[in-house]
């Protein structure tokens, strides 16, 4: 497999401009997950797809956020207005299958409000 | 709801002698745990998970953990530390819902000394 992949790597932004990432799961990998990342933190959950389902959202999850996975492959996260408190890695995972399976990371994309 | 707590910021230990890498879980009901690695400017990579079974668990570059249900334990293991095993090390416990999430801890850094 190729990995999971995010674009773009680093994105710099002015507050209160939109930004969309997007993730390329691993093929045929049903499930698809976004965490965010803050410095000296561990990946904090925000959302979770399965197929082209969004089945759950973290109230992390502002209505600033919304995310997609249309056809279920790639998925988005969109941020609209975005405040400096935004700032952080933002992670793309996936996994397959059913029951408790191990987690294929991207590298992430860095996300800076200024 | 589920957790994990790394009590460590940074852990340093010499090449070639055992390195240790703590972690202790709160959960409700049985704790599905994972390590997983963080190099410099790579996604998280999975190491090894704890479903059931054996206490002690074997995964990924020499690493093993020790399930231990007394001290709510899930320590990281290696005999022989390695240069190359310099990396952010993160702890993670399934979180409740079914959908395979996980809570992450913040992470120890660790650094081998040549």
């Known amino acids: 497999d190729t990995g999971v992949s995010q674009d773009p790597r680093h994105k710099i932004t002015k507050r209160g401009q939109n930004v969309t990432f997007r993730c390329d799961p691993i093929s045929e990998h049903n499930r698809l997950y976004w965490y965010r990342q803050t410095l000296g933190q561990g990946p904090e959950f925000l959302t979770y797809f399965q197929n082209e389902a969004q089945l759950e959202k973290s109230r992390l999850l502002s209505d600033r956020f919304s995310a997609e996975r249309p056809k279920g492959s790639f998925s988005t996260l969109e941020i609209q207005r975005t405040e400096q408190g935004d700032s952080a890695m933002y992670l793309c995972a996936s996994s397959r299958g059913q029951g408790i399976q191990k987690l294929f990371f991207g590298s992430g994309t860095q996300l800076s409000v200024l | 709801a589920q957790s994990v707590a790394q009590p460590e910021d940074q852990v340093n230990v010499a090449e070639g002698n055992p390195l240790t890498v703590k972690c202790t879980y709160s959960?409700?009901?049985?704790?599905?745990l994972f390590w997983y690695v963080q190099y410099p400017n790579r996604g998280l990579q999975f190491l090894l998970k704890?479903?059931?079974?054996?206490?002690l668990v074997k995964g990924s570059y020499g690493f093993e953990a020790e399930f231990n249900k007394s001290q709510t334990s899930f320590h990281l293991k290696k005999p022989s530390a390695l240069v190359s095993d310099s990396a952010l090390y993160f702890c993670a416990v399934r979180d409740i819902g079914g959908n395979n999430r996980l809570a992450f801890g913040k992470g120890i850094q660790v650094v081998v000394i040549p």
């Open positions: 959960v409700s009901g049985n704790p599905y």
């Open positions: 704890y479903i059931t079974g054996d206490n």
